[in-house]
């Protein structure tokens, strides 16, 4: 099973701040990568998938890259809807896997 | 904008069985694989089992597999999953999911609970 490794698990940053999510893969994935949010008591919502497709409908400030075992997710310009946990997902074999989750709250 | 229900969670008990149901609507429901994804309480995200989209192939979880079962009826627009020997480790919210045609997904059901506890 591939293994995804998610980093930081948490994080504190302030509105406007950037911020990078890094996922780590236990073996290459080719860019079959997924990122998504979640709220707490809210279903995920995907926010980017192919590893750097945004889903429609989602704001620009979110923006992934990476191939093969390293993946990153950025946010520039952190917004107060942006506090949430997120979670990469890989889908490149079965069975799929997901990153541990990296919260990021408000400092 | 598509909806996914999900329904059938409860509480039971260690070693009993229970099947959720997911009903879809507001898309071609028999064209898409779909996902059962889980979610501990307090927990990330685990991946259980997908289905393709004519019924013709299920893959499971290492942590499911002989125990849980997908299916779907495509007349009634409905996925299911059964779960027996359930054990407190099967303690989560149970979220049906809209799959693509690369395997991953993107749009999620409400979820729904399964309590495991005597």
């Known amino acids: 099973d591939i293994q995804l490794t998610q980093s930081p698990s948490s994080l504190s940053a302030s509105v406007g701040d950037r911020v990078t999510i890094t996922c780590r893969a236990s073996q290459g994935i080719r860019n079959d990568l997924a990122w998504y949010q979640q709220k707490p008591g809210k279903a995920p919502k995907r926010l980017m998938y192919a590893t750097s497709t945004l889903q429609t409908g989602v704001s620009s400030r979110f923006s992934g890259s990476g191939s093969g075992t390293e993946f990153t997710l950025t946010i520039t310009s952190l917004q107060p809807e942006d506090f949430a946990t997120y979670y990469c997902?890989?889908?490149?074999?079965?069975?799929?896997?997901f990153g541990g989750g990296t919260k990021v709250d408000i400092k | 904008q598509i909806q996914l229900v999900e329904s059938g969670g409860g509480v039971v008990q260690p070693g009993r069985s229970l099947r959720l149901s997911c009903a879809a609507s507001k898309f071609t429901f028999s064209g898409y694989t779909m996902h059962w994804v889980r979610q501990a309480p307090g927990k990330g995200l685990e991946w259980v089992a997908l289905i393709t989209y004519n019924g013709f192939r299920e893959y499971y979880a290492d942590s499911v597999r002989g125990r849980f079962t997908i299916s779907r009826d495509n007349s009634k627009d409905t996925l299911y999953l059964e779960m027996n020997s359930l054990s407190a480790e099967d303690t989560a919210v149970y979220y049906c999911?809209?799959?693509?045609?690369?395997?991953?997904?993107?749009?999620w059901g409400q979820g729904t609970l399964v309590t495991v506890s005597s």
């Open positions: 997902l890989q889908y490149n074999s079965k069975p799929l896997t």
């Open positions: 999911a809209r799959g693509t045609q690369s395997f991953d997904f993107d749009d």
